[in-house]
Structure formats: structure tokens, C-alpha cells
Nanobody, 124 residues
Framework: VQLQASGGGLVQAGGSLRLSCAAS????????MGWFRQAPGKEREFVAG????????YYSDSVKGRFTISRDNAKNTVYLQMNSLKPEDTAVYYC??????????????????WGQGTLVTVSS
């Protein structure tokens, strides 16, 4: 599985961004997807997860109500819509794939494949 994340950038607090992660190399609908982020000097943390069908979703408390994860299996792409961004959302965001198709939340070690990361910077 190869993952390519995109969509990061610089945005003011309160703004929005949409991240995309394009997958290839294996049937996209056969695995779950997640988004993680890592801020400078901090550990990588789980942000949101979605199962193979898109029917089950989970968010970390820090982004619940502001971020929306979705997937389009026809386009082999998972998205992360980020609204009401805060400076503390500043981080490198990574998409990840879990070959267990039912995973909706987990630690970084649970996900077998990773994208290269895309930087999101939120200015105050």
C-alpha cells in the first residue's frame, strides 16, 4: 500500500483546510484508514479513524465536532475536513492504513502503512 497525503498549508485560526490521502497498491476498500498528527517535540497522536466502509468513525476528543473524516472508495482516497482550526492543531498530519478493515481507533503501531505527512500550520 502506498499513501500520498496532500492539502496542508498555512491558515489563520478559525479557518479550514481539507487534507486528502490517495492510496494505491491494494484494494482500498479492504482496509481501514486513520489520520494522525505530530507536533514538534510531541509524540504522534491519533486524530480520526474510519473503517473500510465509512460506516464507523471515531475522533479524538481534541478534534471532535471540528474535524470530519470520510472516504471515497471509488477514488481510493480518504479525507480530513478540518474546520475551526486552532493554533494547537499545528502539526504534521499523516494518513495511515490498517489492514484490519474494522479498525476505527488505535495507536500508531496498529497501522501498517503510512503516508509521508503534510504540514498544517495554524496562525493565531
Amino acid at each position: 500500500v502506498q499513501l500520498q497525503a496532500s492539502g496542508g498549508g498555512l491558515v489563520q485560526a478559525g479557518g479550514s483546510l481539507r487534507l486528502s490521502c490517495a492510496a494505491s497498491g491494494r484494494t482500498f476498500s479492504s482496509y481501514a484508514m486513520g489520520w494522525f498528527r505530530q507536533a514538534p517535540g510531541k509524540e504522534r497522536e491519533f486524530v480520526a479513524g474510519i473503517d473500510w466502509s465509512g460506516g464507523r468513525i471515531y475522533y479524538s476528543d481534541s478534534v471532535k465536532g471540528r474535524f470530519t473524516i470520510s472516504r471515497d472508495n471509488a477514488k481510493n482516497t480518504v479525507y480530513l475536513q478540518m474546520n475551526s482550526l486552532k493554533p494547537e492543531d499545528t502539526a504534521v498530519y499523516y494518513c495511515a492504513a490498517d489492514l484490519n478493515p474494522y479498525t476505527v481507533v488505535g495507536q500508531a503501531i496498529d497501522y501498517e502503512y503510512w503516508g509521508q505527512g503534510t504540514l498544517v500550520t495554524v496562525s493565531s
